[in-house]
Structures are given as structure tokens and as C-alpha cells.
């Protein structure tokens, strides 16, 4: 997930590695590229490198094929050259080092490789992976709720779903409205596309209006009042188009990428005692475990760019030495800067919702009608997905809960029925981020104190009285059995292992019991390296030279139905 990257106008193009939030990446303007091991002039990489990017109009598909194997020749280990990155063809030929001005470090893989995976229909399947090539690697908060870090190159674009949409992130985030505007078309000519509006999407579209979320808006990017249809990311095709697509831009003479690289630490010098603490380069390793080392030159302007998510972007940090200097001190990390509020301040949308059986056919739909009550409910739907033969039990589990007989072809390899869920924005629930080790690849100790605050669950219970409405409507009728009350829709929920939370006797008598007990995450976590504690209004970190964080971490509240589009525009 880390990513290093070079350029004189790294900010401009930052988009290129500021590729959504879980996403872990370390951007450095201007690098010189080293390993550790002089001696050894060919290294195999088997799939695990890609250094040829697309070309400009060609599909990053079909340019960076990391179905072949490719090879790494001399590679120069602290070599003080210019910008030393192998490149590396898709046929795997070996090839000189080239000058680069960016370098790309992810400690993931391709989206690339296997077509199909992150195609709409295979949205749970994506996060359900267990293997150690997932795209989204699964953990478990410290307050027993199932979670999820992207290790990929697109990041949470390849993983998430969501409903492409602005903001009004500027309004308050002091950046030229112009350039943000500039910026959001520069994505959305990439990326985003008209979102279907087939039958289940329709009904709670209308089943949202006659439940009261009013006006409706029409199609539009707007974070406003009301019921919207909004954009997405899959094309017509259910095809995903993630923010990797946007290395489309890129011209690979001035750009390369690294698969499978992980960064260990940033590191940064004093000149002397007590003088401003400045960055020189990153130290990684590739997929055999080989030690690198990429230098920034000596150029003013180059720097280091960390977005590696909400998650990642602490974590590196406090790897690097800059955090909380007592926690730093009891693992051993020498404190390059003691910066306490790294890692605070973390905050977690939280999701709650029903799943619905449907006697009617249902389209594959992920999120195009979208009820917002501002400043923090917003309401979503989806259906059809793809369940995979490993969840046959849930057929059988489904049928006991609710004791009914009639609807054994919900479950198949595709749910014949959907969901509807209600999201919380803006919690006044605030927790934290602490390492468990100095290994990059150890998840860290991660803290939402999900509805900690009370006042964090009157806008679940609103969220969900909705949700229980729309369900109700005479609109949504079609696809409800009337056999079925929403009470037993609630008992199915508090019944399923949605977390490791206890269930409470009262789960389902009560929402506000029901939204504690069954809460999981919308993947919208944010805080930890926020504007105004951690860097400045212009995403440099606070006390030190040449670094950067630009990904959700920055956040003092997640933008808009999601933040995605707003990270890809902070990134371009």
C-alpha cells in the first residue's frame, strides 16, 4: 500500500497516488533509487512489478500486464545517479535503469490481473477474500467491528462501492474553488458514469419520497436535502473504473510504479540539535523481502506525498518516528518528532441497515437513489449481489430465523433481494490509532468508539425509522412478502455475525439497542493526521520539511455520500 512518488508538480498530480483512502502510498518528488544488495544484479519478481504505465488513450489493462513475469536487472542499490527506477515490460524483458520523475510505491497488487474480480456483481466477494493477495484486507476493530484496508492500486475504488458525488468539502476546506471544479471534471472524464435506475433502485427512490425525503433532486452530484440519483463508478457493463484508471493521465516516460512494495519507514534528519527535521527518501521492501531504499534529491521542491488512508498514513508516520513520543519510545522507534495529536481524533462512519427477501426478480444495482437528511443520514440501496457458493448457510440460517418456507430462491448464488441501509456521518465519537509493532505489515490497534457519544444514536434511529418506512411504502410493496413483518427483517439482522459485538436481550425492542448492537462500518473512516492538527491547510506535515498527507486521514468529517471523488480531486 505505500507509494513513493517524484515531481516537480507532485501536488498537481498527486491523483496518480492519492488513490483513495484505505489505499497506503508514499509519493517523493524527484527520487534516487537504491537497494540493498550490491552484489545481486537480477531479482525475479513473479507478477509483482509493474514499472511500464499506460500511454495516453490506451487502457491501463492492456499496457501494464502483470500476468508475465518480470525481471529486475542491476538494480542499483544507494546509487546517487538521478532517479535509478528499473523499468520493466510486460513481457517481462529486462531493461536498464530509467531517469523517472515519479516514483509509485504500493504494497499491493494490479487491479489489472484478474478482470472480472471487481466487477459490480463481485462487490461482497472482494471483501470477503481471505487470501493473502486480496484486494481488501479484513480486520477487527478494538470495539468488535469487521473491517477493512485496501492493498491495491486504486485503492478503495477497487473494493468499495459508492455513489460518485461533490461535496461542499470546498466551501470549507479554503482550497481555489476554480482548480477544485477543474479538478473534479479531470476525475469524472475517467471515471464516473450515469447510474442505472432499474427496479429496486426505483422503488426505494419512490419509497423514499413517499417516506418524506423531500425534494427530489434530480440526478446530480450535490450533497443537498432530499432524494437524489446520483453517478458511479461501473460503466454500463457493471465493469469497475477505479482511480488506477486515472494513471491514463500519466506519461510514462515521467512516472513509474512499483507492485507488492512496502514501506517501512520515511526517513528524516536534523542537520543539527534542535534544527527542523527534513525528508530524504523512504526505505521499502518488494515482494522477496529485499530491502530499498529510494533517495529524494537534492531539489528544493522535491518531497514525499503519504496516502495511504485514514489507517495507513498514522501508522507510516508513527512508524517513522513522528507521533506521540512516549508511545514511540515504549516500541523501541526513535522519535524524530513528537507530534501527539498523529493517530487522534479517528472517527468511523457507521452503517446500519435491513436485508430484504424479494418475491420479485431484482436487478444487480449497488447505490444509485440516495436520500440525504443533512447533516448526517444518508439512505442507500442495493441488490442482486453475488453471494458465492461458500454462503449456502445463509439460506438455511435465514429460513430458521424468520421460520418461513416460501422463499427458499432468495439465496442462491445471487440474492434475490437487497438491502437498505442508513449511514451516520459527522459522530461526535472520537477514538484512536496505536501501533502493536514495528512491523508496516501488522494491522495497528484501531479504535472508533462507535456511539460512545449518545448523541451519535438519534440520527441512527432516525436513519433506520426511515429505512423501515421506505420498507412499508406502498412503492417498495412489490418486493416486500407481506408474510414477513420488518419486525422479523430486524430479528434477521441482530441474528446475523454482522460483528464481534455481544447482542443484548433487547437488540431488536429497541433502534437505538438495535443500532449499537448490529453497527458495522460504511468504510468511511477518517482523523488522524487532520488539517489544522497534524498538517496545514496545505497537506504539509506540521514541524517538518518536504512531507505531505493528502487522503482521508486529513479529515475533520467525511465529505458527502462518500468521499472518494473528494480525495481524487485532493489528489489531482
Avoid at 498527486?14 to 531479482?43: F, S, W, Y
Avoid at 526505505?283 to 529524494?296: M, N, P, Q, S
Amino acid at each position: 500500500m505505500w507509494r513513493a512518488c517524484a515531481s516537480k508538480r507532485a501536488f498537481r498530480i498527486g491523483v496518480l497516488c492519492a488513490i483513495l483512502t484505505p489505499v497506503a502510498k508514499v509519493m517523493a518528488k524527484r527520487l534516487k533509487h537504491t537497494q540493498n544488495d550490491p552484489n545481486k544484479e537480477h531479482v525475479t519478481i513473479n507478477s509483482r512489478l509493474c514499472a511500464d504505465l499506460p500511454t495516453h488513450g490506451i487502457s491501463a489493462p492492456s499496457t501494464c500486464n502483470l500476468t508475465a513475469q518480470h525481471h529486475l536487472s542491476r538494480i542499483p542499490l544507494h546509487h546517487d545517479g538521478g532517479s535509478g527506477v528499473l523499468n520493466s515490460s510486460s513481457r517481462g524483458k529486462r531493461m536498464s535503469c530509467e531517469v523517472s520523475t515519479v516514483l509509485v510505491l504500493e504494497r499491493g497488487g494490479s487491479p489489472y490481473r484478474k478482470p472480472g474480480k471487481t466487477d459490480k456483481g463481485n462487490f461482497l466477494l472482494t471483501l470477503l477474500d481471505p487470501s493473502p493477495d486480496s484486494y481488501a484486507e479484513v480486520f477487527v476493530t478494538e470495539d468488535g467491528v469487521y473491517n477493512h484496508r485496501a492493498r491495491v492500486l486504486g485503492g478503495g475504488s477497487v473494493a468499495g462501492f459508492y455513489l460518485y458525488a461533490e461535496t461542499e468539502f470546498v466551501k470549507v476546506s479554503g482550497l481555489d474553488e476554480a482548480l477544485v471544479n477543474d479538478s473534479y471534471r479531470w476525475v469524472e472524464k475517467k471515471v464516473v458514469f450515469e447510474a442505472p435506475v432499474l427496479q429496486w433502485q426505483s422503488a426505494v427512490r419512490d419509497g423514499l419520497l413517499e417516506a418524506g425525503v423531500l425534494p427530489f433532486n434530480g440526478i446530480t452530484y450535490d450533497n443537498v436535502n432530499g432524494t437524489k440519483i446520483g453517478s458511479t463508478i461501473f460503466d454500463e457493463d457493471d465493469h469497475r473504473h477505479s482511480a488506477a484508471d486515472l494513471l491514463e493521465y500519466a506519461d510514462p516516460k515521467n512516472i513509474k510504479v512499483y507492485l507488492h512494495a512496502t514501506v517501512h519507514k520515511i526517513i528524516a534528519t536534523t542537520e543539527t540539535v534542535g534544527s527542523r527535521p527534513k525528508v530524504e527518501g523512504v526505505i521499502y521492501k518488494d515482494a522477496l523481502g529485499v530491502r530499498h531504499t529510494a533517495f529524494l534529491t537534492k531539489d528544493p521542491k522535491s518531497g514525499i506525498i503519504v496516502t495511504a488512508g485514514a489507517i495507513g498514513s498514522s501508522q507510516l508516520l508513527m512508524l517513522s518516528g513522528i507521533g506521540p513520543a512516549q508511545h514511540l519510545k515504549e516500541l523501541g522507534i526513535k522519535v524524530v518528532m513528537d507530534q501527539p495529536m498523529v493517530g487522534q481524533d479517528m472517527a468511523d462512519n457507521t452503517l446500519n441497515g435491513l436485508f430484504i427477501p424479494s418475491p420479485t426478480p431484482v436487478e444487480l444495482s449497488l447505490i444509485s437513489a440516495v436520500g440525504i437528511y443533512l447533516p448526517s443520514n444518508y439512505i442507500l440501496p442495493g441488490s442482486g449481489l453475488n453471494l458465492a457458493p461458500s454462503f449456502g448457510w445463509i439460506s438455511e440460517f435465514f429460513l430458521r430465523v424468520i421460520n418461513k418456507t416460501d422463499i427458499g430462491s432468495f439465496f442462491d448464488k445471487r440474492l434475490n433481494g437487497g438491502i437498505i441501509v442508513q449511514k451516520v456521518a459527522r459522530p461526535l465519537s472520537k477514538g484512536n490509532i496505536e501501533l502493536r509493532s514495528t512491523d508496516p505489515n501488522d494491522t495497528p490497534k484501531v479504535t472508533f468508539n462507535y456511539f460512545k457519544e449518545p448523541e451519535d444514536l438519534k440520527p441512527c434511529v432516525q436513519g433506520m425509522q426511515t429505512v423501515i418506512n421506505v420498507v412499508n411504502s406502498k412503492a417498495f410493496s412489490k418486493f416486500r412478502y407481506q408474510t414477513i413483518s420488518t419486525q422479523q427483517l430486524l430479528n434477521l439482522v441482530a441474528a446475523l455475525p454482522l460483528n464481534q459485538r455481544p447482542r443484548n436481550a433487547n437488540t431488536t425492542k429497541s433502534l437505538e439497542q438495535f443500532c449499537n448492537d448490529t453497527v458495522m462500518t460504511f468504510w468511511h473512516h477518517y482523523g488522524g493526521c487532520q488539517v489544522g492538527k497534524v498538517v496545514d491547510q496545505d497537506y504539509k506535515v506540521l514541524g517538518l520539511d518536504g512531507l505531505r498527507v493528502i487522503d482521508a486521514s486529513t479529515f475533520n468529517f467525511t465529505p458527502g455520500t462518500n468521499p472518494q471523488a473528494t480525495i481524487m480531486m485532493l489528489g489531482r
